[in-house]
Structure formats: C-alpha cells, structure tokens
C-alpha cells in the first residue's frame, strides 16, 4: 500500500550514513544497529568508522580484552551493551566460523542480540524480507495504519503489522525507507506532513491529527537522567576509563557527593562485570 509512494521517496531523501555504503559487511551492520540502540547517528558514525579500522570482523574483535572495548565504546551509551558485543563476537567465531549468520533464530540466540537487531541484520545485511520494528518504524505505523499519535510499547504483534505492509519485491529497502520517514519526517514532537510521501493514506492525518489522549500520556514514560544511578554510573566510568591503572577509592568518591548512591552505583558496575576490585580494594575496568 505504502511502497508506491515512499520509495521514491526514499530514493531522493537517503541519508548517506556510513554503514550504507556498498560493501559494507554483515558484521558492520551488526555494529552500526547496537552502536545506534538510543544514540544519535551523528554520535555513532566516528565510533563506528574507528572500529571498524580497529576490528574489521568478529574474529579481530573477539580477541580484543574487555578494558580496550570500554575504553574504545566511551560514551555511547549503555557500557554493558559493548561487552555483549564482545560476547557476541566470541560465540561468531566459535559457532559460527567467524561469519555473522543470516538466520533471525540465529542471530537471536547470539549475546546481547534481541528481536530488532536480529531482524535488521538479516534484512540489511542479507536482503531477507523480513520485519525490521525501532521506534520509528512502530511510530510510522501506529500513525498512518492505526490512526494514533503515539508510537506506544514493542509488542509481538506489530511484527505481524509490519510484515502485512512488506512489498514482495524491495522489502529490506522499504524497511529502510520506513526508517528513514520517521527519523526525518514523521518525529516523536513536530512531525512534517506537509513533506510526508504518505499524507494522502495517512488514518492519523485523515482523523483530523487528533492529539493522544490523557491515558495515552499517562502510560507515555519520560526517562530522566540527571541525578540517577545511571548517571552515577557513567562518571565512575569516566574515572575507570581513565586511567591504565587501578584507582583508589578516593579516585570515586570525588564524582558524587550522595555516599550511599555512589556505593550502590560502584557495586551495581562491579556486578554487571564493567568494574573489578583487587587485593588492595583499588578498582579498574574488567581485564
């Protein structure tokens, strides 16, 4: 129904980012859908150039230590993500000759690797028509299929929404072009109909562009992060990063004047296997 219009839509709107350029690998589509999970493309795409110079495939990868992929991973956004990554690319090479496999079931059974990602890489890495759902594609679709402004929770059965609208021909491109509509057009707060290749089938547009309801935002979750754990956690991070040698404690306690978050921040990054302590109670990233 859609695709008449938005690929040659997509045709004239692409961005030219990094991982569509030809040849790029299956294992660098991999990286570019963890790298990109809640991070801006502008932050991913120097990331993503260094290590893939650094490690061009699972197998250069899988032999890096866990410090050197904290440290080359920064600020990208969850840390824990980079050491699934490592993970990940351990279980490629062991099982897999060191080849990202195409199958979904396949990539889902791989660390670290959840229903997007597995879809994705099996979509753009090895053109399988397959339904690929990030925020954007369930926004597009809540909005022009089912009339609401919201993109609202993942769910199993927009999987099935998504594949009824695939063309049988130039699936994996529409998927992309899905994408693209709604990071460029069809955005969470100021969505541009006027430019959309979709207006005239929109149901949201034809519905009068009605707002969401006052369930519908009460259900809506705003993540802060200002004053949290997690923010806690990345400035011990920035200190373990740091520094090539294990730090003292005092090296900690100087981030964040709250003792009792600082400490349930410290022993929450030594459970999740990003911090270690040794015999003298120093602390540095695992090794």
Known sequence: MFASRLLPWFDLHERPLAWREPGT?????????????????ARVEPVWREWMRRWPDPEAFAQASPATVLRAWGKLGYPRRALR??????QIVALHGGQVPSDVDELLALPGI????ARAVACFAYGRNVPVVDTNVRRVVRRAVEGRYLAGTA??????AVAALLPPERGPRFSAALMELGAL????TSPACGG?????????VAAGSPPPSAEELAKKKVQ???GTDRQVRGLIMDVLRGSDVA???????????????????LFSLLEDGLAEQDERGYFHLPR
């Open 85 to 90: 990554l490592l993970e990940c690319a351990q």
């Open 196 to 204: 959309c290749p979709l207006l005239d089938d929109c149901a949201w």
């Open 155 to 160: 769910s199993k059965a927009e999987l099935v």
């Open 25 to 41: 690998s299956a294992w660098g589509i991999l990286l570019s859908e963890v790298m990109s999970q809640q991070t801006p493309v």
């Open 224 to 226: 802060k992060f200002t």
């Open 114 to 117: 959840g229903d997007y990602t």
């Open 247 to 265: 730090v003292p404690q005092a090296a900690i306690d100087v981030v964040w004047p709250d003792d009792v978050q600082r400490s349930r921040a």
């Open 185 to 188: 057009v069809c955005t969470a």
